[in-house]
């Protein structure tokens, strides 16, 4: 049965937790939350990104997060809370979706990078 963006869109708001800047600060600082960009590379290097975030596009974020991959990336740990988030939110929701379904446990989406500097997030420049 065919799914519509809608509906995807749906099932991963909600299992996914949508977050503010002030808490993904609060899980960074207590918890050293990862976060994840998941923008692609020329989005991030026009706008920054937050410190200390990594990027992975959202294009390779199943490979990357996939322990059995040569593309794993090893800071991706199912015992370390996730806050993904990209241009708008979109993106984010649904990558969030796609690390519960692969057996991450906390997964949050702080939405869209134009929220996190509106609240006066610091912002990372890249390259």
């Known amino acids: 049965m065919p799914t519509s963006v809608k509906e995807l869109m749906a099932a991963a708001n909600a299992v996914v937790p949508k977050i503010s800047p002030e808490e993904a ?35 390779m974020l199943d490979f ?4 059995d991959t040569p593309y794993h990336n090893a800071e991706l740990t199912k015992d370390r809370p996730i806050i993904v988030y990209c241009a708008s939110g979109g993106r984010s929701a649904l990558s ?12 949050f989406n702080l939405g869209g990078f134009k929220d996190w500097t509106e609240a006066g997030g610091a912002v990372e420049k890249v390259g």
């Open 96 to 107: 969030g979706k796609l690390l519960k379904d692969m057996g991450y446990g906390e997964v």
């Open 64 to 67: 990357r997060a996939e322990a």
């Open 25 to 59: 600060r609060k899980l960074i600082a207590e918890r050293n939350a990862l976060v994840i960009d998941v923008r692609d590379a020329p989005e991030v290097a026009a706008s920054g990104k937050v410190p200390g975030a990594i990027n992975i596009s959202r294009g």
